[in-house]
């Protein structure tokens, strides 16, 4: 599934797997901080993140961040996570 618009809709109680992606010509690594928000500029959390083992990612207050840096490669670094939609 991508979003051309950084917005999708799905159903109450959904679990979608997702992927970000941190691409970069020239850097050797990246991080991310994944959040869902009820709304644009709300500092409340919306659904359930949880991790994939693998992914380098650890949960951190209702978010998911990098729990080391993860190497690009051929201009990418790729972490993925389920979100479940809020009942």
Do not use: C, Y
């Amino acid at each position: 599934m991508v979003s051309k618009t950084g917005s999708l809709t799905v159903k109450p109680g959904t679990k979608l797997e997702l992927t970000a992606v941190v691409a970069h010509p020239s850097k050797v690594a990246a991080g991310v901080n994944i959040g869902v928000k009820s709304a644009p500029n709300s500092n409340t959390n919306f659904g359930t993140l949880e991790v994939i083992a693998g992914q380098d990612l650890k949960n951190s207050a209702s978010e998911l961040v990098q729990s080391l840096p993860k190497d690009i490669s051929s201009g990418r670094a790729e972490f993925t996570f389920t979100w479940t939609a809020p009942t």
